[in-house]
């Protein structure tokens, strides 16, 4: 009898083995198979469960002094799927298939390619010390220093060192790109002290705050100190460890995983955006500018102290090396207190800032300005006063090219725009509610606000009521009504059907914004006299 067992239980770890390297071989073969990789953002970012098979295809790995850094010589080409589609399932359909074929729907959306090199950065190959002769720039950020959602010649390091070397071609000049993925300030001023100082940069270029004012259950700075001071593992600790490397259990998870999960709503993300949450307030796309950082305390990533203490400590570190630092802000919301911590920073300690936010700002209203002028809508003159309900607050949407004969819709929170029922509130292009001239491509929405009330909404493209299918970019779109000049009737600037101006995805500016980034700091870097010909 005991033989009997034994002989089962030894052909059954025989099968299992056996299926476990088949398994094995199939991620293999798949990932190999991998020539783009979609980014399939959706409302909100909650992608729910993730296929094991992608674990091969990851661009980080972790680290124990910086939590995670890129894996080495990693080299891949990804797809932007940062536009609309009929239904917002259709984006996470992408994560999930696991023979990796594209869409026809997507042959046109943006690539963008990465290649890593064998430290893990977004850069050619260097050698730890400065070759003779050579100004070398050192970019410390985060995604928008790594060059989220463009090609590596159209990041702002690049950018930067074709513009330097045009203007000073007597100069050779090394631009680092270190910036990774998911950085705050904890990160930088660990990467600084670890491995940055000792290759005896001239220049160094500082870019962290986004991800710090994020949120997260566990600061950046718990996390590591749990991971140090963590106790050896019990032995069923040691038994579930052993099981996250087979395959077949994460597999079996996966799937149970995924049958029980249901993706919220667009306005179940509607309604978060709105609430009191501090679990939600700041990271969802759209709320730039209108989070109440107040209730965000505690809840960040990197508390605001320690934010300021950790860039303090990073320009110290470089004023002690005679290391000349610029401190950019390079993120979209415009009232975040980490931003206005990093200006007082700079005119503390008389280092040069640029506002990389404000500048994306400035090109996003010029954009709209220049859309208004070439399809002659200009907003007509104030007039009269805003009523006891509020303003009135024309919304504008241009859907540019041919028509597709079905209405525009837009949907929100509040009850003039449907109290979230979406494909219920028509717009009209027919020179009525608000809409300025019939036929144009500009379908328009007059409806009264209260003002000084934060409004956030989405449009969709004629489909289903009750139904959100047909939308828009992935990412709630927000502003604060007001009623300037005391006007009774206030005219959004006009959106575009399937972009946001000045913005790559909902955190990330585009290669425009890269290469405005890249002007500005080199402007503030021209007068140093470092930059000066021998």
Not at 41 to 57: A, K, M, N
Not at 139 to 159: H, I
Not at 385 to 393: E, I
Request: a neutral charge; one cysteine or more.
């Amino acid at each position: 009898m005991r033989r009997q067992i034994a002989g089962a239980a030894a052909a059954t770890l025989i099968v299992l083995a056996l299926l476990e390297g088949l398994l094995r071989l199939a991620y293999v073969v798949r990932n190999n198979a991998v020539s783009r990789m979609p980014l399939p953002y959706v409302f909100g970012q909650i992608y729910g469960p993730v296929p094991p098979w992608i674990d091969g295809l990851r661009l980080l790995e972790p680290d124990e002094t910086l939590l995670w850094k890129g894996r080495p010589n990693v080299r891949r080409t990804y797809v932007d799927v940062f536009s609309p589609v009929h239904d917002d399932a259709e984006r996470l359909s992408l994560l999930r298939r696991f023979w990796p074929t594209m869409p026809a729907s997507l042959a046109s959306n943006p690539v963008w390619e990465v290649a890593l090199d064998k430290r893990g950065f977004r850069q050619d190959p260097f050698t730890p010390s400065k070759p003779a002769s050579t100004l070398r720039i050192a970019c410390l950020g985060d995604s928008w220093t790594f060059g989220a959602n463009v090609g590596p010649t159209e990041t702002y390091p690049r950018r930067l060192k074709s513009l330097l070397t045009r203007d000073v071609p007597t100069r050779r000049f090394e631009v680092l790109n270190l910036g990774v993925l998911g950085y705050s300030s904890y990160q930088g001023v660990a990467l600084l002290k670890s491995q940055v100082v000792d290759w005896s940069p001239d220049v160094l270029l500082v870019g962290f705050g986004m991800n710090d004012a994020s949120v997260r259950r566990d600061s950046d700075k718990r996390v590591a100190a749990n991971m140090r001071d963590q106790a050896p593992p019990t032995l069923k600790e040691r038994f579930w460890a052993l099981l996250e490397y087979v395959e077949l259990y994460r597999l079996e998870r996966y799937l149970a995983d995924v049958s029980k999960f249901t993706p919220p709503s667009i306005g179940d993300h509607l309604k978060e955006v709105v609430s009191d949450d501090p679990d939600s307030a700041y990271l969802r796309p759209g709320a730039a500018g209108l989070v109440d950082y107040d209730k965000l305390e505690g809840h960040t990533r990197v508390s605001l102290p320690d934010y300021e203490r950790h860039v303090r400590e990073i320009v110290e570190i470089a004023k002690r090396q005679h290391i000349t630092v610029v401190l950019l802000n390079n993120e979209l919301s415009p009232n975040s207190p980490y931003r206005e911590s990093l200006e007082d920073i700079a005119d503390d300690q008389g280092v040069p800032f640029v506002d990389s936010g404000a500048i994306v700002a400035a090109a996003r209203r010029r954009m709209e300005a220049n859309l208004e002028e070439r399809l002659d809508l200009r907003p007509p003159p104030p007039r009269g006063d805003p009523t006891a309900g509020g303003v009135s607050t024309v919304f504008r949407v241009y859907r540019e090219g041919k028509p597709t004969g079905r209405p525009m819709y837009i949907a929100g929170a509040n009850s003039a725009l449907g109290s979230l029922a979406p494909n219920t509130v028509a717009m009209y292009d027919d020179g009525t509610h608000g809409d300025q001239r019939a036929g144009d491509g500009v379908w328009s929405l007059a409806v009264t606000l209260p003002v000084g009330e934060p409004v956030f909404y989405v449009y969709t493209n004629g489909g289903t009521p009750g139904r959100w299918d047909d939308v828009d970019v992935p990412q709630i779109r927000g502003f604060r009504v007001e009623a300037p000049d005391g006007s009774a009737e206030v005219y959004r600037p006009i959106d575009s059907w399937g972009k946001i101006y000045m913005q790559a995805d909902a955190w990330h500016t585009n290669a425009q914004g890269y290469a405005l980034i890249a002007k500005a700091v080199f402007k503030r870097l021209k007068d140093d006299a470092h930059f000066q010909a021998p």
